[in-house]
C-alpha cells in the first residue's frame, strides 16, 4: 500500500493557480479511480480535479477559498494500487525532514529562520491589529490588510471589494484582482476619504430597484475584458462579405450531411475552414505577445466564444483545427457547444487557444467589435446574414440583385499588428468565403 498525491493539475498556459470552491470527499472517504474529489475554479471555468487511483483519503492540504497553485499537492490518498516506492516527492519530504533530524547544525540553522519568519509574522500581524482599531466592523485577515498598506488602500476603499470568501470575506485573490483594476488616478485613497464623496456601497436604491450580484463567472470575466483592453491596443477593420453560393451550397447538402454523419451543419465550421486558411496566409496573426518578442504559435488552436444560459460567455477551444476537415470542425463545434451549455467543459478544453471566433449573428447583431482574449493578438465577429440590394456585375453589364451578406469584424493588438495587415485577414476570410466551391465536397 501507498499513497498518491492528488495535484493540481496543468490548465493552460495563461492559468497559473485556482481557487478550492469545496471538498466533494472527507478524510476517511472511500474514493474510486477517475472519482472527482475537490471542485476547483479557475476565471475561465469550473471543473472537477479527479484521483487516478482508487484508495481511501487521508489528508486535506487545502481549504475551501483557498488558492492552489498550478502542481500543488491539493490532497493525499492511501492506495492499493500505488507502492510506497512509486511516490518519490512524499518520500523525499520525509527523506527530508529525517536529514535534518540527523543533521544537527543544518536542523538548527533551519528552526532558527523559521523561528524568525514566524517572529516576523506575528508582528506584521500585531501592528495591523493593532492600527485597525478605529476601523470599520468587517472581517480582514491579516494577509489581505498586509497587501492593502503595501498598495496605499484604505480601509474605506477596502470596504467597497466584493469578496468571494465564505460570509463575503475579501480573499487574496479577490485583493490581488482589485488592484489590477484598480484606477490610482481617478479611485484612490484620497478621494475616498473626502466627506463629500459617496462609496460603491453606500448608492440609494429606489423602490423599484434590485441589485442583483454579479455571478463568480460573471465577475471574473468582466476582470478579464478589462485586463484586456487595457493590456492590448485594440483597433477593428470590417469587411462586407457576399455569402450567396456558400448559402446556397449548405441549403443543398445539409440534409444529406446530416444522413451521412449524423451531425448538423451549422455555419460556424464553415467559417471555421475560412478562418484556417487565412491564418496560414498571416500566420502573424496566429501568435502572442511575450515582453518585447513575439511567440509565432505552430499548432492553430481555434477559440470558438459561446454564449451561456446564464448570461455568461466561455470559450472552448478546437484543438489543432488546421488538421481537421469540414467533417472533424463540425464535430468538434457541435460537441464543444453541447458540453458548453451543459457544464460539463474540462480546463483541457478551454485552454491553448491562439485565435478566437465569435458568431454575434447567432443574436441578430449585424456586427461587433469583440475584445481579444488575451494573451491572443486577434479576434473575429461574424455578424448575421441579411438579404441585401447589391450591384451584380456582368459582362453583359450591372444590375441590383437580392444577395445574402454578412460583416466581418476583426479586432486586433495594433502593437504588433497593423492596419494592413489586420484588414488583408479579414479580406482574405471575405475571399474564402465569397469563391466557396459550389462543387466542394465533404
Known amino acids: 500500500m501507498g499513497k498518491y498525491l492528488l495535484k493540481l493539475p496543468k490548465m493552460g498556459e495563461s492559468v497559473a493557480e485556482a481557487t478550492l470552491i469545496s471538498w466533494l470527499k472527507e478524510v ?34 487545502f481549504n475551501v477559498d483557498d488558492i492552489i497553485k498550478v502542481g500543488e499537492v491539493i490532497a493525499v ?28 547544525n543544518l536542523a538548527s540553522n533551519i528552526e532558527s529562520q523559521e523561528v524568525h519568519e514566524a517572529s516576523k509574522l506575528i508582528e506584521t500581524a500585531k501592528k495591523l491589529i493593532s492600527s485597525d482599531e478605529n476601523e470599520v466592523n468587517r ?13 496605499n488602500i484604505s480601509e474605506t476603499e477596502l470596504s467597497t ?9 475579501v480573499t487574496k485573490k479577490d485583493i490581488l484582482e482589485y488592484i489590477k483594476t484598480r ?12 466627506d463629500d464623496s459617496k462609496t460603491i456601497s453606500n448608492i440609494d436604491l429606489g423602490s423599484k430597484d434590485q441589485l442583483i450580484e454579479m455571478s463568480r463567472m460573471g465577475k471574473l470575466t468582466a476582470n478579464h475584458m478589462i485586463e484586456s483592453k487595457k493590456t492590448s491596443a485594440h483597433v ?3 469587411v462586407e462579405v457576399d455569402v450567396t453560393n456558400l448559402w446556397d451550397w449548405r441549403e443543398k447538402i445539409k440534409d444529406s450531411f446530416y444522413k451521412q454523419n449524423n451531425e448538423k451543419l451549422t455555419f460556424t465550421p464553415l467559417f471555421m475552414l475560412a478562418v484556417i486558411k487565412a491564418l496560414r496566409d498571416f500566420p502573424i496573426l496566429n501568435s502572442s505577445l511575450k515582453g518585447e518578442s513575439i511567440l509565432q504559435k505552430k499548432d492553430i488552436n481555434l477559440g470558438m466564444a459561446t454564449s451561456l444560459s446564464d448570461g455568461n460567455l466561455i470559450v472552448p477551444v478546437i484543438k489543432n483545427a488546421d488538421h481537421l476537415n469540414l467533417i472533424g470542425l463540425t464535430k468538434a463545434v457541435n460537441d464543444l457547444s453541447y458540453r458548453a451549455r451543459n457544464n460539463q467543459l474540462s480546463p483541457e478544453d478551454i ?31 461574424i455578424g448575421v446574414i441579411r438579404k441585401m440590394p447589391s450591384v451584380i456585375e456582368t459582362s453583359k453589364g450591372d444590375y441590383i440583385g437580392i444577395r445574402k451578406k454578412l460583416i466581418l469584424s476583426h479586432s486586433y493588438d495594433h502593437r504588433i499588428i497593423n492596419g494592413a495587415i489586420g484588414g488583408q485577414f479579414a479580406k482574405n476570410i471575405a475571399n474564402y468565403l465569397e469563391q466557396w466551391d459550389a462543387n466542394f465536397s465533404f
Do not use: C
Request: proline share 4%; aromatic share 6%; charged share 25%.
Open 28 to 61: 476517511g472517504d472511500s474514493v474510486s479511480a477517475d472519482e472527482s474529489i475537490v471542485e476547483i475554479a479557475t476565471d475561465k471555468v469550473d471543473s472537477d480535479v479527479p484521483s487516478e487511483f482508487s484508495g481511501k483519503l487521508i489528508e486535506k492540504r
Open 77 to 104: 490518498i492511501e492506495s492499493n494500487d500505488v507502492l510506497d516506492n512509486d511516490i518519490s516527492e512524499l518520500d523525499e519530504i520525509t527523506e527530508s525532514s529525517s536529514s535534518e533530524h540527523d543533521d544537527p
Open 139 to 151: 472581517f480582514y485577515s491579516p494577509l489581505v490588510k498586509n497587501i492593502a498598506k503595501k498598495e
Open 161 to 169: 471589494i466584493i469578496g468571494s470568501g465564505m460570509n463575503d470575506r
Open 183 to 194: 484606477n490610482s488616478n481617478s479611485f484612490n485613497s484620497n478621494i475616498l476619504n473626502n
Open 236 to 238: 477593428q477593420s470590417f
Open 351 to 381: 485552454q491553448g487557444g491562439t485565435y478566437t471566433v465569435t458568431n454575434v449573428g447567432n443574436f441578430g447583431s449585424i456586427m461587433g467589435t469583440p475584445i481579444i482574449n488575451q494573451p491572443q493578438v486577434g479576434i473575429l465577429a
